[in-house]
């Protein structure tokens, strides 16, 4: 039987500087099992492909779900251009901290990864399994440094640059402010405290985030626990029935007790 779980209520909410995080909830009905939490990417949202697949795969296994949208996003409160990284992690704490309960596997996707990163590390008691799709913590520090030097020169006359996308009509816009908060917030410059269950998921065609990474980021985990999927065939997005399936299939293994040693 399949969910339109595109039909579940949007609720919200609010933050302290006075907006709204907007987010779709399922409670969980199978005891013993963790909740998923979802964060999407980059001018992304709470309702693409993958977000609505996991949330219809966790709701008929009657395990609790989380996604919504960072402020600046989706149906969430701000402009993009207003935002930066650390707006995001904040909606993420505070989205775990007031709509779960329990254990929790988070979900992130491309800069979604970052911030999941983010949320496992601040949140080690509650973040028991963490799932990067094309995660892509540190991408301001990478987009900082293959600027060219007409680039900077740009950069610093506007406060702003531009960057066609695939992904977006519109070109993404990376401020002065997002770059210098996103190197106040890397993650990479040491090692990852999580001891957590950690998988990343990786497209080895990805064009936007290097596979490479999915690496870096295993290498630099505390856990033992972690495993990185390389897709050979795969892409950035990640989103062919293929690729959702092994999605789901990780979640499920994370939601099962950890093996004994």
């Not at 960072?70 to 989205?95: I, K």
């Not at 990478?142 to 060219?148: H, I, N, T």
């Not at 980021?217 to 505390?222: C, G, L, S, V, Y």
């Not at 990185?228 to 789901?248: M, N, Q, T, V």
């Amino acid at each position: 039987m399949e969910i339109d779980v595109s039909a579940l209520p949007v609720d919200r909410l609010a933050t302290p500087d006075g907006g709204y995080i907007a987010y779709r909830r399922s409670e969980g009905k199978q005891a013993g099992l963790p909740g998923v939490v979802f964060i999407h990417g980059l001018r992304s949202d709470m309702d693409g492909g993958k977000a609505e697949r996991l949330h219809a795969f966790c709701l008929c296994r009657g395990q609790a779900f989380l996604r919504f949208d960072c402020r600046g996003h989706g149906r969430s409160s701000g402009t993009f251009e207003a935002t930066v990284l650390s707006d995001w992690a904040d909606d993420a704490l505070l989205a775990v901290d007031r709509l779960t309960a329990g254990p929790q596997i988070v979900v992130g996707s491309s800069m979604g990864g970052w911030l999941m990163l983010l949320t496992a590390l601040a949140r080690p008691e509650i973040v028991t399994g963490a799932v990067g799709i094309a995660a892509a913590p540190d991408f301001t520090r990478r987009f900082r440094e293959a600027l060219s030097a007409e680039d900077r020169a740009a950069l610093a006359a506007t406060g702003r640059i531009e960057r066609p996308t695939d992904y977006d009509d519109a070109p993404y816009v990376f401020t002065q402010a997002l770059l210098d908060d996103g190197d106040r917030r890397s993650v990479l410059t040491g090692p990852l405290a999580f001891n957590g269950r950690l998988r990343l998921l990786h497209g080895m065609r990805d064009d936007a985030v290097p596979w490479e990474l999915a690496l870096e980021i295993a290498a630099k985990t505390a856990s033992d626990d972690v495993r990185a999927h390389l897709i050979k065939d795969g892409d950035h997005r990640l989103s062919r029935e293929s690729d959702l399936r092994l999605l789901c299939a990780v979640v499920a293994e994370l939601s099962a007790p950890s093996p004994d040693p």
